[in-house]
T-cell receptor
Framework: AQRVTQPEKLLSVFKGAPVELKCNYS??????LFWYVQYSRQRLQLLLR??SRESIKGFTADLNKGETSFHLKKPFAQEEDSAMYYC???????????FGKGTKLSVIP | NAGVTQTPKFQVLKTGQSMTLQCAQD?????MSWYRQDPGMGLRLIHY???????DQGEVPNGYNVSRSTTEDFPLRLLSAAPSQTSVYFC??????????????FGPGTRLTVT
């Protein structure tokens, strides 16, 4: 069975401080990992996928297979980063996404 | 391109009533899915479809039915509403198949309250 764990329900940081949203997963094969974000009153949207190795809005995430983690990082938080963040896993050969329970990021001005 | 649309935006039902949540996409996506979002639970997959005429159960399918008669539409039916089905429901779609991972596009959600 595949599982995604986001240990923090709420993370509060000051503007300009570094941000790290944690994500750990359990999966026996080679997964594909994603970060989705939901801003207030907006629909869920894709932020990052590990396969692309890109930086979006200053966020990066590296897949660590040894630690089975896919933490989301940003060196300097902005107020507009305040949102709900979901880590998600897609198994090999599957169409389904398994989501974590989400972390609410609050950036304090 | 409207993307993924859902209707209604809000709905209040009484226990035992039935209703259909509508979902449509205009991106010719093969894969469509329904999730429910509950506080502290994240998003949980209810049902999904990999093409017209093909549906399958997700993590929490009980109390819900789906059908996929066209590529564009994927309605979710509540057969006999229960208070435990109070939730926000999201529909999503994406391309499917192949070795690339495809982005799932989400609808705006339907907030359902069952009293």
């Amino acid at each position: 069975a595949q599982r995604v764990t986001q240990p923090e329900k709420l993370l509060s940081v000051f503007k300009g401080a570094p941000v790290e949203l944690k994500c750990n997963y359990s999966y026996s094969g080679s997964p594909e990992l994603f970060w989705y974000v939901q801003y207030s009153r907006q629909r869920l949207q894709l932020l990052l996928r590990h396969i692309s190795r890109e930086s979006i809005k200053g966020f990066t995430a590296d897949l660590n297979k040894g630690e089975t983690s896919f933490h989301l990082k940003k060196p300097f938080a902005q107020e507009e980063d305040s949102a709900m963040y979901y880590c998600a896993l897609k198994g090999a050969g599957s169409y389904q996404l398994t989501f974590g329970k989400g972390t609410k990021l609050s950036v304090i001005p | 391109n409207a993307g993924v649309t859902q209707t209604p935006k809000f709905q209040v039902l009484k226990t035992g009533q039935s209703m259909t949540l509508q979902c449509a996409q205009d991106m010719n996506h093969e894969y469509m899915s329904w999730y429910r979002q509950d506080p502290g639970m994240g998003l949980r997959l209810i049902h999904y479809s990999v093409g017209a005429g093909i549906t399958d159960q997700g993590e929490v399918p009980n109390g819900y039915n789906v059908s996929r008669s066209t590529t564009e539409d994927f309605p979710l039916r509540l057969l006999s509403a229960a208070p435990s089905q109070t939730s926000v429901y999201f529909c999503a779609s994406s391309y499917s198949g192949g070795q690339l991972s495809y982005e799932q596009y989400f609808g705006p959600g339907t907030r359902l309250t069952v009293t």
